[in-house]
């Protein structure tokens, strides 16, 4: 069945700012939880311009190299360069990343992180937040984490940030923003900051476009090839390709679909020996339950379970899961289609011959891996064929940003 209802937002907390800057300072409602679409309003445009210099900014890092649009290439809809997708950052750029790089386009609608959000199937199941394991519950706390993560922009703590903010080149305009004295109250200059980040990914035209060629199918400007219409069919079908139970295709309330319903789902991928922090047997990531997000390490029951991301981009990308084990839609494709009917394929062997699977989680947790279709038991027949994988992966082309109708 296809899940996605969402529960509803808290209402965002009102803040009062006088005279000249009450315009620049509706953004920091952007900060906390309840995301508000203040960042698109008219009266915001200039902390989302603040927002994007501090994007493109490579002073921010400790190592003077490393910008958001590092990892995050709008070239790439805001998602990791070619060989990026890992990647690699600190105040010597040679500390690695432990997750794949996500893009950071269609986040907009995601939901606040829920332990018991109801899908439509009934189920009560975890759901919503930002990032793969959902720890952070907006997209301003959400940019605080590479700011101040060792392996990423590596400041040691938010001051470290004020000071490069205040030494920027666009410092004028943010004190123009934020009020003169801005810079001399550290803890409000981080939230101005980290609400300048979230305005700027709030603008509709650079992370939430729907120019993509099946975006336009939907509007009725163009029809889809018999291959993509095929592919359509065979990613709705839930005896066959099952994708749309978790990436939802439904259009709601006239918005056309991210292609998530933001649920968390153990897809047993396997171990990617390029993560650095793998070499290590007794390192697991384990998404909801650690070890990056904390508040949850005792559901042992959540362990191994990652969100769902957007299929929007996904042609894109060279990175794939949370983990970046495959590098392509076509051996994605297969690890769904085969990864219950032929293990050997996916997962290393034991020295006794047999194959050790699911070999990215650790002994002793709760079997809580996906088991629907397109997973099946082996000697089944596999749920797509080769040449149905070809369509599915048609289809996803579709939904590639940028289509101009020529």
């Given amino acids: 069945m296809e899940r996605g209802q969402r529960p509803a937002r808290p209402a965002a907390a009102t803040i009062k700012s006088p005279g ?46 490393l910008a958001c649009s590092t990892c995050h290439d709008p070239k790439y809809a805001y998602g990791p360069p070619p060989g990026l997708g890992i990647a690699v950052g600190g105040k010597d750029m040679k500390q690695p990343g432990t997750r794949a790089v996500p893009s950071l386009r269609y986040l907009n609608e995601v939901p606040d992180f829920n332990e018991k959000t109801r899908f439509t199937d009934g189920d009560l199941l975890p759901g919503g937040g930002y990032t793969w394991d959902g720890r952070a519950p907006s997209i301003a706390q959400q940019a605080s984490i590479p700011l101040l993560a060792a392996n990423e922009m590596a400041n040691a703590n938010p001051l470290e940030v004020v000071a490069k903010l205040k030494a920027s080149s666009y410092a004028a305009q943010f004190r123009e923003c934020f009020g003169a004295d801005v810079f001399e109250h550290a803890d409000q200059a981080y939230a101005a900051g980290l609400a300048a980040l979230a305005a700027f990914q709030h603008l509709p035209t650079e992370f939430y476009p729907f120019t993509s060629r099946y975006d336009a199918f939907l ?65 697991f990531d384990l998404g909801l339950c ?117």
Avoid: W
Avoid at 23 to 42: D, E, F, K, V
Avoid at 294 to 316: E, I, M, S, W
Avoid at 343 to 369: H, Q, V, W
């Fill in 290 to 406: 650690g070890p990056a997000r904390q508040d949850l390490a005792d559901h042992l029951k959540y362990c191994g379970l990652f969100r769902a991301p957007t299929l929007r981009n996904v042609a894109l990308r060279d990175a794939f899961f949370h983990n970046g084990a495959f590098t392509n839609l076509r051996d994605v494709m297969h690890f769904y289609v085969e990864r219950d009917l032929h293990p050997e394929k996916f997962y290393p062997s034991n020295a006794d011959g047999t194959i050790r699977k699911f070999d990215d989680l650790p002994a002793g947790i709760p079997d809580n891996l996906e088991h629907d279709v397109p997973f099946n038991l082996p000697g089944a027949e596999p749920a797509l064929s080769n040449a149905e994988i070809e369509d599915v992966i048609a289809f996803l082309n579709t939904l590639t940003d940028g289509y101009s109708g020529s």
């Fill in 219 to 283: 509007r009725g400007d163009i029809d889809l090839s018999e291959r993509e219409e095929r592919g359509v069919a065979l990613f709705k079908d839930p005896k066959k390709g099952n994708c749309a139970s978790c990436h939802l295709v439904v259009t709601r309330a006239g918005r056309p679909p991210v292609f998530t319903d933001y649920d968390f789902t153990n897809v047993g991928v396997p171990r990617n020996p390029r993560i650095a922090a793998n070499a290590d047997p007794a390192y």
């Fill in 20 to 65: 000249r800057y009450a315009g620049c300072l509706a953004g920091i409602l952007l900060i906390g939880s309840a995301l508000t679409r203040a960042a698109a309003a008219p009266d915001a445009p200039a902390v989302a311009e603040i927002g994007r210099k501090m994007f493109f900014d490579p002073a921010l890092s400790a190592s003077g190299k």
